[in-house]
């Protein structure tokens, strides 16, 4: 088994002089017990000093599950297959309470201890440090009144947390707020294995500092020797740069492939490099990442990533080849009539645009495709083709619009080839 | 090596703008003509906007409704591409239609939404001048359940006393957002700033904050409505200061 872990300030914070308010953490100890831990303080100017409350989650996370995992009846665990629980509150709303076994009492008294002792810590600390100057600068008076009462002080330290836990026989799970868990297996099926709580919605999230704070832990855990591959733990930094879901697995799987192919310090050194470009270009936001994986088991799986890759990229080009016959026929019913409709002329011309739109994607799934079947297939491989294939160029043409270019006086002109 | 090569995706983020616009028979001859060259010149804006803004891009929805409801095209489209179709006034008011065919929209699997991850809130803009012909209330409470609708950004333009401001408030959540017009320069002045001003805001990074980006929208739209003759925050409470002048 390897980790690793890393954190740094997003884009936006750069701008404007915010510190990062991400805190990661991965550790193996000499009995094989791995832990993986990301939180992520909430930004907003209610919540000044996040970062030192993502730092204290993460350490009383880390302590805990140690105490946690070399005090507990490990009979609890072993044999348990694949369990998933919803936060209480979700059971709540659906009347459907599934928290019934010693195990679950287990986790219900490791969360209270987490959020006891952050409770705890970030007392200490508002105690110990007053106001800062910057603080003072930077902070609404509500909010100082706020620190300086105590009142609602854990918002002002509010995060996010989430941690990954294995051990030589069983391992689990848990998540309290956004950011994304992704894991793998042995045939490189990812999974999401942490249920999701619908009340973290765009930016909108829960939190240790909410009052029900208890309630809202979701976890999951196995002890029938089945085990992950590699698991990635990543801040809502990293899912909101990625869009949908599938992208963001697909990244995870190119730092797999690296760990592989590249060795594990060069990857290293590549995230470190790549995950302040990727705020720059995707979300702005601060960055964490912490992966556990078994180095055997993953290389064992590797073709299987390529396999995974090769399939989704297929996936996106049949979607894209779809999306050229439907315009085309659209366009060619259009063509084959005299436009005296408004309508129909901008159904032309959306038409058009959708066609050659859609074989730029196609060029670059295909450029990517390529890619992965030599990397699967070796120098020999042979190039992706299909029957619908690159668009004719003949037919490359651009939208020129007179005078007004948002109302529908339209031009065709030809692109220079 | 960079871990970004060309077997990885990193999309742009995504807000839409949605118009929903009261096209009923009321609102014939110059308030549409209004709203119709009020979009038109807002477009390039919005464009100019999305270019800019390294954080998104901005697609725009139109949904007008009368006896019915109708989008203006079947997905949302680049605010560079967005080719506005004026719009013709007829028929009656049916906003709890619109509400449900919103709601409808407002979802990934059969609607306009993207991933959650990657996306920002959207803005919705109501444009009306009178009150509901149908079941609005129906309506409403559907749209309320959903998440989209639940964080966008919502803000209302009352076109003239006769606007059932009480249902805008409904809408918006509030009736700060809800803004009135009395005049053909107001009415094509205030969609231009509440347009530039959701998409500028709705655009923007941010992380969970205390001031939600529907109130900083609100707060300036209401400084920019200082300054337009003609348009006033609809919860003001003591009269309009304007009479209607749609001449």
Redesign the interface.
Same mark, same amino acid.
């Given at each position: 088994m390897r980790c690793f872990d890393f954190h740094c300030q997003g884009e936006s914070h750069k701008a404007t002089n915010k510190v990062c308010q991400d805190y990661s953490y991965s550790h193996i100890d000499e009995n094989g017990l791995a832990i993986a831990v990301v939180c992520d303080g909430h930004g907003g100017k209610h919540y000044f000093r996040s970062d030192v409350g993502a730092r204290f989650a993460t350490e009383i996370i880390a302590n805990n599950v140690k105490e946690f995992v070399y005090n507990i009846d490990e009979t609890l665990f072993v044999g348990q297959p694949f369990t998933q629980q919803a936060a209480i509150q979700t059971e709540i709303d659906r009347q459907d309470f599934r928290k019934e076994k010693p195990i679950d009492n287990a986790f219900r008294q490791l969360f209270a201890s987490i959020i006891g002792q952050w409770q705890q810590r970030i007392e200490q600390h508002a105690s110990d440090n007053p106001l800062t100057e910057k603080e003072n600068e930077q902070v609404e008076e509500q909010y100082k009144k706020e620190f300086l009462s105590g009142y609602k002080l854990e918002k002002i330290y509010g995060c996010t947390l989430m941690a990954y836990v294995s051990t030589p026989k069983y391992w689990f799970a848990f998540h309290l707020g956004d950011g994304k868990l992704i894991s793998f297996d042995q045939e490189a099926q990812w999974n999401e294995p942490v249920l999701w709580d619908d009340r973290c919605f765009l930016n909108k999230t829960t939190s240790i500092c909410d009052s029900d704070a208890l309630n809202e832990f979701r976890y999951t855990y196995q002890g029938d020797g089945g085990f992950p591959v590699a698991v990635f733990l990543g801040s809502d930094g990293m899912d909101d740069s990625f869009g949908e879901e599938t992208n963001l697995v697909n990244f995870y799987v190119r730092v797999a492939k690296s760990l592989v192919k590249d060795g594990f310090d060069a990857t290293f050194t590549d995230v470190k490099e790549t995950l302040p470009v990727l705020s720059k270009r995707g979300s702005q936001d601060d960055m964490s990442i912490a992966c556990v994986y078994d180095e055997e088991a993953l290389k064992e799986a590797l073709p299987k990533f390529i396999l995974w890759q090769i399939a989704i990229t297929k996936a996106g080009i049949l979607k894209v080849n779809n999306k050229i016959l439907e315009a085309t026929d659209r366009r060619n019913e259009l063509e084959e009539k005299v436009l005296t409709l408004e309508k129909d002329k901008i159904a032309l011309r959306y038409a058009q645009n959708d066609i050659d739109r859609a074989y730029t994607e196609k060029q670059q799934l295909v450029k990517k495709m390529n890619v992965l079947l030599e990397e699967y297939y070796g120098k020999d491989f042979v190039p992706y083709q299909d029957e619908v294939g690159e668009q004719p160029k003949e037919r490359q043409q651009v939208w020129r619009m007179d005078d007004h270019p948002f109302r529908v006086h339209l031009v065709w002109v030809e692109k220079e080839l | 090596? *960079? =871990? =970004?090569? $060309? !077997?990885? +995706? &990193? /999309?742009r983020?995504t807000m839409t703008l949605f118009f929903m616009i009261d096209t009923s028979g009321s609102m014939a001859g110059s308030k549409i003509g209004a709203v119709n060259d009020a979009v &038109?010149?807002v =477009?390039?804006m919005l464009d100019e906007i999305s270019v800019t803004n /390294?954080?998104a891009e901005i697609k725009v929805a139109a949904l007008e409704f009368s006896t019915g409801c109708n989008w203006l095209?079947n997905e949302p489209?680049l605010a560079n $591409?967005? &080719?506005?179709?004026d719009v013709q006034a007829n028929g009656l008011t049916s906003l709890g239609a619109a509400c449900e065919e919103l709601e409808n929209k407002l979802s990934r699997s059969k609607g306009f939404m993207? #991933?959650? *991850?990657? +996306?920002?809130?959207p803005a919705i803009i109501l444009l009306s001048d009178g009150a509901p012909t149908d079941n609005f209330e129906a309506g409403l409470a559907k749209l309320k359940g959903n998440?989209w609708f639940k +964080?966008a950004i919502k803000v209302a333009i009352a076109i003239g006393d006769d606007a059932d401001k009480e249902v805008l408030a409904k809408f918006t959540g509030t009736n700060e957002a809800v803004f009135t017009v009395h005049n053909i320069d107001a009415l094509k002045q205030i969609i231009r700033v509440v347009a530039v001003t959701s998409s500028q805001i709705g655009s923007k *990074? #941010? !992380?969970?904050?205390?001031t939600t980006k529907q109130d900083q929208v609100i707060s300036e739209v209401q400084n920019a409505v200082d300054n337009i003759d003609g348009a006033e925050v609809a919860t003001k409470v003591d009269g309009s200061s304007y009479a209607d002048d749609w001449d």
């Open positions: - | 090596m *960079s =871990l =970004l090569d $060309e !077997t990885v +995706s &990193v /999309p983020r &038109v010149n =477009l390039p /390294p954080d095209y489209k $591409e967005f &080719v506005w179709q993207q #991933s959650a *991850s990657g +996306s920002f809130a998440n +964080s *990074s #941010s !992380t969970a904050g205390d």
